[in-house]
């Protein structure tokens, strides 16, 4: 691929990430805002307590936690118990690295995508409606393929960026990496 072409997806990725911040700010902005609601009615005797808030929270935190989770494994800050990953030689780690990306693509594109999407549009086509706020419940279930797309997008880029640093010329070289002269 050329390089304008290549600047070109990196500005498109970095304003989906800029985006997907953004999201996960505001929700998590309205999250807390709904549980210091809820508490203030509960225990100010001249009001009534929240009904719905108990639910907008539940449905905020599963889109907390989805989309978190594509923030982090940008970020490269997802758990994981590297120990004895960390006991593998070189070529062991990047392989174990690599096998790891690889497979939370795949399963972020069929479990969370296709198989989310397949939830979405099942809930979209019945109607089902959240009990006490009358929420569509697919914006709910909607969390699992908007997710799935970033975590799948995400892992493929660590994998392509993984491949370009083990070959001397990527981004987060390795301090205990050989520095490749370039030709």
Not at 147 to 156: I, V
Request: glycine fraction near 10%; proline fraction near 5%; hydrophobic fraction near 50%.
């Amino acid at each position: 691929m050329r390089p304008g072409g290549m600047r070109f997806l990196v500005k498109i990725k970095d304003t989906l990430d800029r985006l997907l911040e953004f999201l996960l700010i505001g929700i998590f902005f309205v999250l807390v805002a709904a549980v210091v609601w809820q508490v203030f009615t509960r225990y100010v005797p001249w009001m009534a307590p929240s009904d719905g808030t108990e639910e907008i929270a539940t449905f905020l935190m599963i889109w907390v936690g989805l989309v978190g989770s594509s923030v982090a494994l940008k970020r490269k800050a997802h758990l994981g118990i590297d120990y004895f990953v960390a006991q593998l030689p070189r070529r062991g780690r990047v392989g174990t690295e690599l096998f790891g990306y690889v497979v939370v693509a795949i399963f972020s594109a069929l479990v969370l995508v296709i198989g989310g999407g397949r939830v979405v549009l099942h809930v979209w086509n019945t109607g089902q409606q959240s009990p006490a706020l009358e929420i569509p419940m697919w914006t709910v279930y909607g969390a699992l393929p908007v997710s799935g797309c970033f975590l799948t997008l995400y892992s493929l880029v660590q994998v392509y960026e993984t491949i370009l640093r083990e070959r001397g010329a990527g981004p987060n070289r390795r301090e205990d990496d050989p520095v490749v002269p370039e030709a």
